[in-house]
């Protein structure tokens, strides 16, 4: 299957499975990579035939679906945004809680995969809040559909490259390095603020209540439409009042989109609103 053949497969494929060309453009090499092992397992040599396979054997769409998934992930992305997040969102939402008169934030990195984001998250507030926070404790849920990139995200080892982003001094304060140099261990004191659970984010949100919700470089880039429109009012159940939704830097709500004023247009950060919350049919919005 030459580059040709695999956008006009992928074209076909992926608004059956509610996502967009548009957001696999660039990562259509890694995707058409898994397809043609998966038409060597089955014995076919083209995307006709597995087109063929597919309508002819529906349960073969899961497995599509799973081929489809894109786990590009490390820590520190878009540093820029983890540094606003430091400075001035998670200090607002630590006062907002205390107004409230709680004690204990709680975030959601949706889509996790191997646990980069929410460590990233934890490491932040290790070393740019917790210490002028000491009476406000935190809790991470990371969630992904894939059980094999949550079991290493629970592991909390990494290859040493893969820290490259992070503040040197963060790496040599929070990591234990093998004898051999050849993985980095997170330290207990901060994976100890995250969990991992499995979870479709096209199913809806996670039980329980959030401060703050990161939906990067998924559901906004990825999805169809209507499936956005869908994520957007299950991450609006899910956030307290003034929580904050953080997305992609190269990702935008779709424009019928209610319920979240914009804080950072640079940084693509919100703030839960009550306009819009109903506006909704069964768990989508119209728009």
């Not at 001035?88 to 980069?116: D, I, K, N, Q």
């Not at 934890?122 to 949550?150: K, M, Q, S």
């Not at 919700?213 to 869908?230: I, S």
Request: net charge positive; charged share 25%.
């Amino acid at each position: 299957m030459n580059d040709t053949e695999c956008v006009d497969f992928l074209r076909w494929l992926l608004p059956r499975l509610h996502f967009r060309w548009a957001g696999f453009r660039r990562v259509r090499g890694q995707v058409c990579k898994r397809f043609r092992r998966r038409f060597s397992e089955l014995g076919l040599t083209s995307a006709d035939a597995y087109r063929d396979y597919l309508q002819q054997h529906p349960d073969e769409m899961s497995v599509a679906d799973f081929l489809c998934r894109v786990t590009i992930s490390r820590f520190n992305r878009d540093r820029g945004v983890f540094a606003y997040l430091g400075d001035t969102v998670l200090t607002e939402l630590c006062a907002h809680a205390r107004a409230r008169g709680r004690s204990e934030l709680t975030a959601w990195s949706a889509g996790c995969a191997s646990g980069e984001e929410p460590y990233t998250l934890a490491l932040v507030w290790h070393f740019r809040v917790a210490r002028c926070r000491p009476a406000i404790g935190f809790r991470i849920l990371g969630t992904d559909i894939d059980e094999v990139v949550l079991e290493r995200a629970r592991q909390a080892r990494y290859a040493p490259g893969s820290l490259n982003d992070l503040p040197r001094c963060w790496v040599a304060s929070a990591f234990d390095v093998s004898p051999d140099g050849g993985h980095c261990r997170l330290k207990d004191e901060i994976s100890r603020y995250v969990r991992f659970h499995k979870h479709d984010l096209r199913e809806g949100p996670p039980s329980g209540k959030f401060d703050l919700v990161l939906c990067r470089n998924l559901a906004f880039t990825y999805f169809d439409q209507p499936l956005q429109c869908a994520v957007a009012a299950g991450v609006h159940r899910a956030l307290r009042e003034g929580g904050m939704l953080v997305i992609g830097q190269h990702e935008k709500l779709p424009e019928a989109v209610n319920g979240f004023t914009s804080l950072s247009d640079t940084h693509r950060v919100y703030r839960r609103d009550n306009t819009g919350a109903d506006k909704t049919h069964g768990s989508r919005p119209l728009c």
